[in-house]
């Protein structure tokens, strides 16, 4: 049972993308049971190759085996070191939202190496181990090929390509892609190791065990050429460059002795190999260099002087005691200018390395190392370490980032304002450097520094879970923006959190691929840091904030690749900006002191998918049909009420039931609302109500055929009642074989309507009201006189003859509300009703209320001030004290009010000014706070009273609050009638736009007319209290229509007909800016009149909400 444990670990090693390896060659290294743990962590930390063989295992294994207790520290999941929490760790959010994710894969394939393209794409690199399977088009020409993927900027797939060598023998080879770079010629050079053979696209035979392999192919990843370049035993290709010659420089390591291509004898275990080779391969110069112990060269950057540093780790003098960052500069031709090692007491691994604008490098990796040495901060488990030298190699200062797992860095990119953003994996859970929990096993993670170091955010990404699951980042580039980063590694892990799509093949590994953006990022002015947004992806309709946040810098935008360079200007926070197409503005920034700064934003707006229907077929009700939507490549489907997400859905109302459509692209969506359209569906028309002696004339809808209740097959009948009462027909209809049912409703009153009479109900006494109405045209033969009980049924109160035009109602309730309503009876053959109301209040006579009123002291009149020099009333000061509390208004030439002084008005005897100011239209466009000024003379006139309005609010006094924008702002219509448009509030937070948009904190008005399907409208029958449809909607422009945004952009819109009545009031509800109209979004309050212009009654959005849903309105 024991051995078993040992033979599942090893096992484990088999299965890690970085340690594949066969059984013979575990086995071959002599591993002894006690020995797995140690692989397992070798091939997490160093990112062994596929195809590492006997002899590198060996010497890693020796490496490691001495130690082994640093090794346990460092394992992620068995064993985790407790180091003590870094004092000065940070944990900082940001906005880095994802753009899209990608997975392209086969049978257990790693991504090492992705690069921008010339067209905006990206090439992504690495190794394939399964055939032709999944998105790998090639079939497989050893155990292990090099395998390229080319996609669009959207990360979609264009072509994939397939490069190996032959097979010999019974050992499987291997060819690992670990570099690639596109060429000044637009191909590419792929660079990487192999152990095949000649045959399929390797044209030259292995030198020894593994050999540098490098494959020249063109745009379109056709191969031109390709090299081999080894010793007589092991070499691995770990980056390739290409130089200012247009030729290559090829970095990594060797374990082989001088023999082959290699010129110089073995240094130690392992050594820095270093081949430059011209534009078409051809080998120039190659150098070696290493300590007696194990060497690992990772990392090159050609230098401003034409020379090169290379970066790895060295692991001292054969001791295995310790892994350093080791770097080694070199002149042009190869030649060792200076080296400098950096130390911990530990693994200290670096892969990635970087040039600043200083000259000097920043060098990054992985520690495990505590504090001591070089490194000036411990790992809590194995952590980045980022160290920062100088050109000529001295250490500048060191960084640890990490949390208690393993933290490993893999790439970086320097960003042109001199931060930088590393990029690598992770296995800790929050705490110390990191703001997010574990996605599961291990996860991408990126984090921003600024130029000194200091972390500014940090985020992670990873897939759903399997039975063990990882995503490990191992290179990043940026993308066609500045601040959006694309990342590219291995996962196998499922589809779920960051990652949308599953693995190829389960259990194994893909390429991932994610694109992420900053959603802010600092702009460097004079030293400081000032957040400020970067690019951004609109849905057309939408805003974006692009405000920046600081009180000290002023922007002034405009939009560079304008015809007419249409300058926005100087624009104070908040600026919202909602473009209609994508728009590029160039923004900058000032601040006092500094050199402005600029910068250019890109908002791409997208355009919301049309929303159609292939066709509507004409069907019987209950009949299914289809109902496909237009196709919208690359859009997603959604369908209500059925929530279904095709494009075609079938359906089988059987009524007039509507069927909603969203349709989402690139994350902007829209809707639309469809009804079905039926061969035949009857109706019987609209309820009535008539009385007696009328007549109801029923028509149905369109039809081939009509079969009503009563027997009658003609589309219109009539119906003569004698008898008040509710009577139902119904009518079926037949169309093309289809028919359908309706019913409608004829309700017949006693009496009918007539000519309205005047009628009036006046209380005048405690116990009567008295009631007149006036004589209507015809023969009035009585009038009956009803009134209104408890219950709220009328009663009749009285019948008096024709003639009559008075009644005193004197049974009545002290305090009590009567409702009144008088009929007409004209003969007897024909019965009028004429219908009129009163309602009063019989108010109590017993009340009655006593006030009085408390006389104040006035002061005297103040003597007249005049100014005119004549000694006389002069001076302001010559008044009494008690004629100087008075309020002095100033007014100009024409008789307008321009500033009021409040004479010694403050608590501490100072004016009270309130400028009055108008612009250059004379409006009062702006309303000043009032403020204090102690005068030599009180009460004076304060000359440019708005400066000092200005003044006194940007250094107030205590216990008064300070704003810049002393004054709230009123923006009117530019037209005669000077309408208001927009108005603010006090402070620059409130402060209006000059134009109409809904780019600010104000409150906005819009004068419109309604649209088509936009208001119902209702008609009113005072005869039987009841409102109906009249015909469903109100036409197009018959009414007025008011919208006021508030200060967050929250509509309330009211509709008035061409009397100045409220016909509608409607609220948003939604959040965003005019949302569609959909009863979820707005709440309706309908206001209904009868046929002389009285309210007679209110629709709230409940009862409004109830009556769409019933009639199926959106």
Known sequence: M???????????????????????????????????????????????????????????????????????????????????????????????????????????????????????????????????????????????????????????????????????????????????????????????????????DKSESSRGDHDYWIVKINAQGVKEWDKRFGGTDYDELSTLIQTTDNGYLLVGSSVAGQGGDRTAPALGSGDYWVVKIDSRGIKEWDKAFGTAGWDVCNAVVQTSDGGYLLGGFASGDNDYTAANYWVIKIDAHGERQWDKKFRGDSFDHLTTMVQTDDGGFLLGGASSSQAGLDKSQPSQGTDFWVIKIDAGGNKVWDKVFGGSGTDYCASILKKDNG??????????????????????????????????????????FGGGPLFYYDDWLTTATTGAQDDTYVLGGYSNSDQGTDKTEPPRYRGQYDYWIVKVQELSAPVNLCGTAITFPNNKTLCKGDQVDLSVNNPDVTASWEIPDDVEKETIGVIKDPFIFAPDTTTTLKVTLSKAGCSPVSKLITIVVHERPEVELVSMPDVCPGESFVMEASEVPGATYHWQPMNATTRAVTVAPSDWTSYSLEVTLNGCSNTKTFLPQFKSKASAGMDETICVAGQATLRAGEADSYAWSTGETTQEITFDPTTAGSYTFSVTATTDGCSTTDEVVVTVNAYCPG?????????????????????????????????????????????????????????????????YRIFSRAGTEQTKEVYAAARTFLPDMNFVRETSVTAKDILPKPTHYAPNADAVNDLISSLTKEQRHITWTYYNGLGTEIQTVVQQESPSGKDVVTPVYFDEFGMSSRQYLAFTKEQDEPGNYVDRAEKHAAVFYASPPDKVAGTPDAYSQTVFEKSPLNRIVKQGGIGPEWQPTPDAQLNDHAVKSRLELNAEHEVLRFGYNPFSNTFFFEPYFWPVGWLYKT????????????????????????????????????????????????????????????????????????
């Open 1043 to 1114: 919208k006021t945004y508030d200060d967050d952009n929250t509509v309330v819109i009211e509709f008035k007909d061409l009397n100045g009545r409220l016909i509608l009031k409607r609220v948003q509800l939604a959040r965003g800016v005019d949302p569609p109209l959909t009863r979820t979004n707005y709440a309706d309050t309908y206001y209904i009149y009868d046929p002389l212009g009285r309210l007679v009654e209110i629709l709230t959005p409940e009862a409004v909400k109830h009556l769409k849903e019933l009639h199926n309105i959106d």
């Open 755 to 819: 000519t309205p009479i005047g009628f009036l109900a006046q209380p005048v006494a405690i116990n009567r009201i008295d009631l007149h109405w006036d004589e209507p045209a015809g023969n009035q033969t009585e009038y009956v006189i009803q009134r209104q009980d408890a219950s709220g049924t009328f009663a009749d109160l009285a019948t008096v003859p024709a003639g009559t035009h008075d009644y005193q109602d004197a049974d009545l309730t002290e305090g009590t509300a009567y409702a």
């Open 419 to 460: 931060d930088f953003v590393l990029f690598g994996y992770t296995d800790s859970p929050a705490g110390s450097d990191l703001t997010e929990d574990s996605k599961g096993g291990f996860d991408y993670w990126c984090l921003r520094i600024s130029a000194t170091g200091n972390k500014q955010w940090d985020k992670r």
């Open 2 to 200: 024991r051995h078993m444990k040992y033979f599942l670990m090893i096992m484990l090693v088999m299965n890690l993308p970085g340690c594949q390896r066969t059984m013979a060659q575990i086995f071959k290294t002599k591993i002894s049971p006690g020995d797995s743990l140690l692989r397992v962590q070798a091939c997490r930390l160093l990112k062994l190759p596929y195809e590492y063989d006997a002899p590198m295992i060996t010497q890693m294994t020796g490496y490691l085996k001495s130690r082994q207790n640093t090794v346990k520290a460092l394992a992620p999941r068995a064993l985790k070191a407790k180091a003590p929490l870094r004092a000065n760790a940070q944990r900082t959010a940001t906005d880095l939202d994802k753009v899209w994710d990608k997975t392209f894969g086969g049978y257990n394939d790693a991504c090492h190496a992705i690069v921008n393209t010339g067209d905006g794409g990206y090439l992504l690199g690495g190794t394939t181990q399964g055939g032709n399977i999944g998105d790998v088009t090639e079939d497989a020409r050893s155990l292990h090929d090099f395998w390229i993927v080319k996609t669009n900027a959207q990360g979609d797939k264009q072509w994939d390509k397939r490069f190996g060598g032959g097979e010999s023998g019974p050992a499987r080879r291997a060819n690992v892609l670990r570099s690639l770079v596109q060429t000044n010629d637009g191909g590419y050079m792929l660079g990487g190791s192999s152990s095949a053979e000649i045959g399929w």
